[in-house]
């Protein structure tokens, strides 16, 4: 069986956490945590990052930085993971859901505009599969309505619009690195700090709502209990896997983008013929390869597709379900059909793709999708 994703080891990470071990701190923010962060900030220009244990909790930090709270409105994608929605509705926001392009999953700019009220505080762009939404839109809504922009760039590392690297758009900025992403640490995420003014109280909130960080760099004698907060540290273990991850980007982000134009290639000539839609990379964004996705006709094709794959030894696998027709929050939306949203969740389809993945196993899926629509 070709499996959906496989973890990859750069070689380094073993090395790395028996360093963080001999050290005697495994504890969050130490050496290891402290050199990710700077990476981050020098190879993108963030301004301030400070890892998290999830890119949900950052986006929670997020949601508490932007003082959400009851009768805010916040918008997001529909079709995205709960967890762009779920941190804002924690601190009880209302969500108001956009619908998808026509040509590709991201948020619809057409369709911000026209949610927001004077109750909104803030939007969020999901950038799917690690490809841009229009950000040039979408922070030009956001300035003229004077509310925040938060990227769920879960997915997005070493991508960019229009030459500006993902992240660095949204006052504040959310990555992932989970096992399925192109660096990864397991678990883990990032929280991508633009506005300098929010750079004090995300260490508060981050420490449990306390001013310990400040207390460490000898800025106050002790620390107490000064805001909102929770533990939203990883540990030097974590960090010190994490950063072996990073050294070894580039060199991974070559692999997927190989394996990405070949899918690309073989399966072109189905998208010619109109058998199914390849993904869109839009002329102002960069493909940093997180994912290889098609889009079928229809559910049934999909349901056929993955099962004939399953015989074939291949494991495919559907995404997300739109967040407006879920049991929690169906009864909350407003009602608006959200037909992309609806048809992505229901035609959308993902391929194996990891960085041990072989150009010969590219081959065997591609050769058994056109079996599958020529048969």
């Known amino acids: 069986m070709i499996p959906f994703n496989k973890p990859f080891m750069t070689g380094k990470e073993l090395d790395y956490i028996q360093q963080a071990v001999a050290s005697g701190k495994i504890s969050g923010d130490g050496v290891f945590s402290k050199r990710c962060q700077a990476y981050f900030e020098q190879r993108f ?58 040509d590709h999953p991201n948020m619809d700019p057409l369709q911000v505009e026209s949610l927001i009220s004077k109750r909104t505080k803030v939007i969020v762009p999901v950038h799917y599969a690690g490809t841009a939404c229009e950000m040039g839109r979408i ?81 106050v004698d002790k620390y107490g209990w000064v805001d909102v907060g929770s533990s939203f540290l990883p540990s030097e273990i974590t960090s010190a896997f994490l950063l072996a991850q990073l050294e070894s980007l580039d060199r991974i982000q070559m692999q997927r983008r190989l394996l990405w134009d070949t899918y690309y290639d073989r399966l072109r000539p189905l998208e010619q013929k109109g058998i199914l839609r390849l993904p869109l990379i839009p002329s102002y964004a ?23 794959l399953k015989e074939q030894g291949i494991m495919s696998v559907f995404h997300y379900q739109p967040l407006h027709r879920s049991p929690f929050y169906a009864d909350r939306h407003d009602g608006r059909p959200l037909p992309n949203a609806d048809r992505y969740a229901d035609t959308l389809l993902r391929l194996p793709m990891y960085h041990d993945l072989k150009s010969e196993e590219v081959d065997y899926i591609c050769e058994r999708l056109a079996t599958f629509f020529t048969r």
């Open 45 to 102: 220009g963030f301004a301030k990052t400070l890892l998290t244990t999830s890119c949900t909790d950052a986006l929670e930090m997020a949601a508490i930085l932007c003082d959400i709270a009851a009768g805010d409105e916040v918008i997001v994608p529909s079709y995205t993971f709960v967890s762009t929605a779920n941190a804002f509705v924690l601190r009880g926001a209302k969500i108001c859901f956009a619908d998808s392009g026509s």
């Open 286 to 308: 960069t493909n940093n390869a997180h994912m290889f996705y098609v889009v079928c006709d229809s559910l049934e094709v999909r349901t056929n597709l993955i099962q004939y």
């Open 139 to 219: 922070t030009e809504l956001a300035k003229h309505a004077e509310v925040h922009v938060v990227e769920d760039a879960a997915q997005a590392i070493d991508s960019y619009y229009l030459g500006k690297p993902l992240g660095t758009f949204g006052a504040l900025s959310a990555f992932s690195f989970h096992e399925t992403k192109n660096v990864i640490a397991g678990e883990g995420g990032l929280l991508a700090i633009n506005d300098s003014s929010l750079v004090r109280r995300a260490e508060i909130i981050r420490e449990k709502g306390t001013n310990r960080s400040a207390f460490f760099r000898g800025e």
